[in-house]
């Protein structure tokens, strides 16, 4: 195990990625190098671009997505990632060579791939950041506090979907905007995925107030990540959305039903206690009518489907006449009458207590 002093200079020559957009280069005295070396999710990572792949771009820090170069230096973070239409990958055991697996800035090892997918952009690690008492710079380091908040919970509504792409954070976002375009301050959250900026920023365009995700909980991503910490994540940001005072808040639960760490919190008596209401996003017919089953099931309060499969108006005959929900498309989720489709009954009488005995 060795610490090597590095330059600032060195550092701000560096790209950073959008998952440790907080870190603040002047705490960072040292890398962490050595064959013993065992990273962990979330700690941060200086490293070199060795052969572009899949990701031949990095989500910065605001936004702008970078070319990369072989031999750009990178500052990323360890992390796992769960992606059916991508890769799945985990931190590896060592400080070799390994993979950057999105683009928001994820450092892994990847063990399956679609394959319809090039191979991961290959980087070397230079070393793990540490401060000047040589401990690891995490992310959770930089997480928000969690809040014990007597503040009132607005009324909140949860998108979920059966997969990856199906439309998920499309819906939240046109959600959002028909809500904004009702009167209502929103607030946004995105509780499970993999660090990247890019479905914030599209909440955030569509008029959310304040949006947040898991990343400003302290985790790079939510794959392998325990139950009891994924509902902290959800408490977390429900509670600070909560204390900015909006009326609404829109949640975002990526991948699918039967994703493990998805399913684990439609499980939860805290994701009952939190959600009043659900949109559930879909590409197809049979994919809407057994997600709204298996909701259904579980007894939560699923009250329209949404989703890719709107842009079918046969698909939206089909998916009404078997679930009995209204099945809403971007136009009428962008509608201040999105209120009454949903029958959401927003207003200083629809707030529900926060409750830190929700779990």
Known sequence: MNITPINQERLLNAKIAYTPRNLKLASVFAVLQGDDVIPAAGDFVLARVKKIGHHSGLELVHGR???????????????????????????????GPCDLVASGGI?????????????????????????????????????????ASLMSRPYTI?????????GKTTTAATLIRGLVNAGYNVGAAKITGTGSGRDTWLMTDAGSKLTLDFTHAGYPSTYLVKPNEIEHIMET???HLSVARV????????????QR?????????????????????AGDAMGAIAGVGCLKQ???????????????????????????LPVL????????SVIDALQIPLGMNAMRPVSASAK
């Open 65 to 95: 997505r970078s070319a990369l170069f072989v031999g750009d230096e990178i500052i990323v973070c360890y992390g796992h990632r769960y992606a059916p239409d991508q890769f799945e990958a985990q931190v590896p055991g060592d400080l």
């Open 298 to 324: 579980k007894k939560l309060p699923i009250a329209a489907v949404s989703g890719r499969l709107t842009a079918s108006p046969l698909a939206i005959i089909e998916t009404e006449n078997a679930v009995e």
């Open 261 to 281: 760490e998805t399913a684990s919190l439609l499980d939860s008596r805290m994701f009952a206690k939190i959600v009043d209401s659900m949109i559930f996003a």
């Open 247 to 258: 009326d609404a808040i829109v949640i975002e639960i990526a991948d699918g039903l039967l």
């Open 158 to 166: 949860a998108v979920v979907g059966t997969s990856m792409n199906a």
């Open 107 to 147: 450092a892994s090892r990847m063990n399956y791939r679609h394959a319809n997918m090039k191979v991961p952009t290959a980087i070397e690690p230079v070393g793990l950041l540490v401060d000047r008492q040589h401990r690891r710079i995490n992310l959770k380091d930089t997480a928000l506090p969690k809040l």
């Open 329 to 336: 498309d971007k136009a009428a989720l962008s509608s201040p």
């Open 237 to 239: 940001l429900v509670t």
